[in-house]
């Protein structure tokens, strides 16, 4: 029996099988790590959604527009207990009726800024715009009657204005159609309480712009608008056409919705973005009718607008609106980086624990399975470390910082393990260009499945020619009898 246990313990495949297990079992802190940074990650949408509440939120633009409200009037027969007609009832009922501008072009600039919450940093901006266009001369005929053998009789029309997030608003919005200055003033009179567009503001016309409204002519607008929104900004084309141009000096945008941008440049100064979309690609002009009746008409609408708000994200806010968007995309997310370099993290402790079999291998040291955890424990710290810095410094800084710590503390107990601070330094060479191999995966998110599989394959390339000649049967049994292969000059000189 004691000579059974002394061969199994010399046994190169029971070492091998040890090693394996070892392996996995430093999966579990790789998990611990991996479950920190999920949480870290929720703590930040939290924190993002928290400023949501009490600043303000995404914003979606629509408007302006012209709401005639306009009372229908109608003859009904009145019937007796038999349903014979003994006279006529007057019957009405009022409505409203929208107009959309023939043009509406959208010019201005986004100014980004950062708030905090705890020590998580959530991008806004201010959006300070001008919105110019015309309504074209109203015709009575294009409202059309729902009841037989009516009239209609119209009210002032107003102007209606909506954005999802009123808290947005920096100062009051002004609005000059025809030359006349009109104030806007809380909520859209006439719609249900229930019906979003109800949330905006609205300006009565008067003077010349009333006048000329009366007069059937033409309705030119200027419009000055100062926005406060996070992340994202989305508008809705109501227009006959509709145009915007938006620049900022922010150099990572990220373009959405139904219509991306007909012409973008983002350089690292900024970027600047046009849209032009046509009411004949978009149905956004009937979604906003739909507005203007009860929420529960469009109940898909109202889950979307309720999940949105609850989540904080309002460029979904109105469900189906069709829009353009532009977000301040974060040009690096700690947490999502952090994710993803965790996911190589059992590769890591396969490679490194890998080099230092080869070590024992070929140069005859032996190696305490102390001592393999603890350079397995060194590297899983290593994501541990990254997470906690990336979170106070910029991420490659981060990076750099937690990786030069582990290839010191590594090249350092290798130095002493190997009797050699020139093994310890190749060492820590080898695990230096892993780390530099991995921050190229993350840096280049698009090729990193390949970058990964030509890493993978480019290491086990490299133990295939190494162990090429080695007797592996006489290894399990304890007596090497195979000459001693040449080592990479990575691996530190013999």
Known sequence: MFQLFKAL??????????????TLLLCIPLAEINSINRERGHSQREAAEELAATYASGQTMVGPLLLVPYVERWMEPLRNAQGKVIGQEARSKEMAH????????????????????????????????????????FDPKSVAHSEADSRIEFKAPFVVF????????????????????????????????????????????????????????????????????????????IAEETTAHLSSPWAHPSFGGRFLAAKREVTPQGF???????????????????????????????????????????????????????????????????TRAGKYGALFIGLVIMAAF??????????????????????ALFFLLLLALSEKLAFWLAYASAAAASVLLLGIYFSAVLQSWKRGAGFGAYVAVLYGALYGLLASESNALLLGALLTFGML??????????????LSGGNPRTPEPVLPESAGPV
Do not use: C
């Open 9 to 22: 313990q010399g046994s190169m495949l029971v070492k091998v099988a040890g090693l394996l297990m070892l």
């Open 98 to 137: 929208a107009v959309f501008p023939d043009k509406l072009h959208i010019e201005g600039s986004m100014a980004p800024h950062e708030r905090y919450r705890g020590i998580f940093k959530i991008p806004f901006y201010t959006l300070n715009a001008t919105l110019g266009g015309g309504f074209a001369a």
């Open 162 to 237: 909506y954005v999802s997030d009123l808290r947005g608003l920096d100062g009051s919005p002004s609005i000059a159609m025809n030359g006349e200055r009109l104030r806007f003033k809380q909520r859209v009179p006439g719609l249900a309480d229930n019906s979003w567009l109800a949330d905006g503001v609205h300006a009565p016309l008067t003077g010349a712009a009333l006048a000329a409204w009366e007069s059937k002519a033409p309705l030119p607008f200027e419009m000055k608008l100062g926005l406060v929104g996070q992340d994202t900004l989305s508008m809705v084309p």
């Open 272 to 338: 600047d973005a046009h849209w032009r979309v046509s009411s004949l690609v978009t149905s956004a002009r009937e979604q906003v009718r739909a507005g203007l009746s009860d929420r529960d008409d469009r109940s898909a609408a109202a889950a979307a607008t309720a999940a949105a708000a609850t989540a904080g994200h309002a460029p979904r806010n109105l469900g189906p609106l069709q829009t353009f968007d532009v977000s301040l995309a974060q040009p690096i997310n700690v947490y999502s980086m952090s």
């Open 358 to 379: 080869m070590f024992e291998l070929f140069r005859r040291q032996r190696m305490h399975p102390v001592q393999y955890g603890l350079v397995g424990l060194s590297i």
């Open 461 to 474: 390339t490299v133990l295939m020619l190494a162990t090429r000649k080695v007797d592996w049967y006489a």
